[in-house]
């Protein structure tokens, strides 16, 4: 199993280069830390099937790190929800794939793109689900710059009071946001035992490994649960890791190059 996820992973992640490279975007540190996240929700645990992506009872995954998206875009052409070739139109002039995330692109559930709403949406799909007696889960995943976010926090706040167990925050806690180290800007730590005292499960992770995101995501809890999955920014090529200089920036010729071939030959 950890040989087809590693296959499919380095997969997401050349498709993530060349979108990146082709539309001289941004953000491929952050989309590059969530990259084992997604392979895990998209291949192991989410119930989602792109031929019948209107199911009622399906569930719903939220990245509310929006400006994650082309991990996103990669898996969900991987999976056939919408052909490789739109890869080739994301992020440029009279193409088909936004920057950020847009409800109409087929496997998207909601559009973000300001930072600090998806836990909310999360939560309303949840109350939703558990009215309805829905069986479908709600999974939301945010950056950890995010967290600064005070709208983030009453999310928790409601989502423990309310005890809804069919909602799992994780959080890409790959500590590098915009402008700095996250800790540096706003300290978050201790970040475990922040969610725990708001009335979270909580497991922290190395959100790279397989086995540790799976096992993870298959622990059964009676309340909210969040997963902090400790990642490192730019994973996967060695000189864009651990750099605040790929939040924003794009590579060059040279750079694709050599992060292309970094990617392959792991």
């Known amino acids: ?30 989309s590059f830390s969530i990259v084992e996240i997604l392979t895990v929700l998209y291949k192991v645990i989410l119930n989602v099937n792109p031929k019948h992506i209107d199911d009622p009872n399906r569930d719903k995954f939220l990245l509310s790190k929006a400006h994650g998206s082309t991990s996103l875009y990669g898996v969900l052409a991987e999976l ?8 080739e139109k994301y992020y440029i002039n009279d193409g088909i794939l936004p920057g950020h995330l847009d409800q109409q692109t087929i496997g998207i559930e909601f559009s973000f793109g300001s930072l600090g709403h998806g836990l909310s949406v999360g939560l ?24 600064n976010e005070g709208s983030v926090w009453e999310a928790i ?14 959080v890409d806690y790959n500590k590098i946001q915009s402008f700095g180290n996250t800790n540096e800007v706003i300290n ?8 725990k005292s708001f009335g979270w499960d909580v497991i922290e992770i190395n959100g790279h490994s397989f086995e540790e995101l799976v096992g ?8 909210p649960k ?15 890791e651990n750099s605040l ?15 292309l071939k970094e990617i392959s030959e792991k």
Request: aromatic share 8%; hydrophobic share 40%.
């Open 124 to 147: 309303g799909m949840a109350i939703s689900n558990n009215q309805m007696n829905n069986p479908g889960k709600i999974y939301v995943l945010m950056g950890d710059g995010e967290c």
């Open 245 to 259: 200089d790929w939040h924003y920036k794009s590579p060059n010729d040279e750079q694709y190059e050599m992060a």
């Open 226 to 240: 969040v997963i902090i999955a400790h990642t490192i920014k730019g994973k996967g090529v060695s000189f864009m």
């Open 1 to 30: 199993m950890d040989k087809e996820l590693e296959n499919f992973s380095r997969k997401i992640r050349i498709h993530v280069l060349n979108m990146v490279m082709n539309a001289q975007s941004s953000h491929i540190g952050s």
């Open 216 to 223: 993870a995501f298959e622990v059964i809890s009676t309340k």
């Open 157 to 170: 706040m409601l989502a423990s009071h309310l005890k809804l167990s069919n909602i799992t925050a994780i």
């Open 188 to 195: 978050q730590e201790p970040m475990n035992e922040r969610w």
């Open 80 to 87: 056939g929800f919408f052909p490789l070739s739109h890869l």
